[in-house]
């Protein structure tokens, strides 16, 4: 059974930074595309991070400079460091694992919701 287990989200004030993990179980991240999704209330799921097999990062825009993907395989663990967070960054956050489309497996977490508020 495949499972992805966000944690670290919370409370924090404008600025202030937030580090996100996602525990992977069932499935090894080092062989999958990870990624973190968010979605604020009354819009749509959107990526905002990707790291490859091969470790290449992308991000969204909104995020660059500000956010950071890691990938720890001996943990089995992928991480988004949040930094510079703005009111604009609440959110749900979840965890994406996808194998490509050969093979057909794409998991998610449950997400952690993120809070940025004075």
């Known amino acids: 059974q495949v499972q992805l287990v966000e944690s670290g989200g919370g409370l924090v004030q404008p600025g202030g930074s937030l580090s996100l993990s996602c525990a992977a179980s069932?499935?090894?991240?080092?062989?999958?595309?990870m990624a973190w999704y968010r979605q604020a209330p009354g819009k749509q799921r959107e990526l905002i991070a990707t790291i490859t097999t091969g470790s290449t990062t992308t991000y969204v825009d909104s995020v660059k400079g500000r956010f950071t993907i890691s990938r720890d395989n001996a943990k089995n663990t992928v991480f988004l460091q949040m930094n510079s967070l703005k009111p604009e960054d609440t959110a749900v956050y979840y965890c994406?694992?996808?194998?490509?489309?050969?093979?057909?497996?794409?998991?998610w977490g449950q997400g952690t919701q993120v809070t940025v508020s004075s």
């Open positions: 069932g499935i090894f991240v080092s062989i999958y595309t």
């Open positions: 994406n694992a996808n194998r490509g489309s050969a093979y057909g497996q794409i998991y």
